[in-house]
């Protein structure tokens, strides 16, 4: 059994950066798993925001294109996601999931607050 945690969030200005930051408080990430990031805004489904595979490539939802970026650090079993020029529309809770062969695992969610 795999336990992911994200770490990150915070509040922050509308322009600014956060980086949130995803790993295995119990097991590991694999580096053969794809690490994608979600994010739910109260009242809203859960929406995509990037993906990251084991061959580094990455795509992301149209919403973030240009400002987000996703990463992982095999060594380290470590997914990141580095937010620039933040907007308030990205005020959600922001989730983590590692899926491969072995299983599919998501974290609890990390909170992001963008203020106008």
Known sequence: QVQLVE???GLVQAGGSLR???AASVGTISSRNTISWYRQAPGKQREFVANINSGDDTSYGDSV???FTVSRDNV???GYLQM???KPED???YYCRSRGSLGDYWG???QVTVSS
């Open 7 to 9: 770490s990150g969030g």
């Open 20 to 22: 949130l930051s995803c």
């Open 65 to 67: 294109k240009g400002r």
């Open 76 to 78: 380290k079993a470590t």
């Open 84 to 86: 620039n020029n933040l």
């Open 91 to 93: 005020t959600a809770v």
């Open 108 to 110: 609890r969610g990390t």
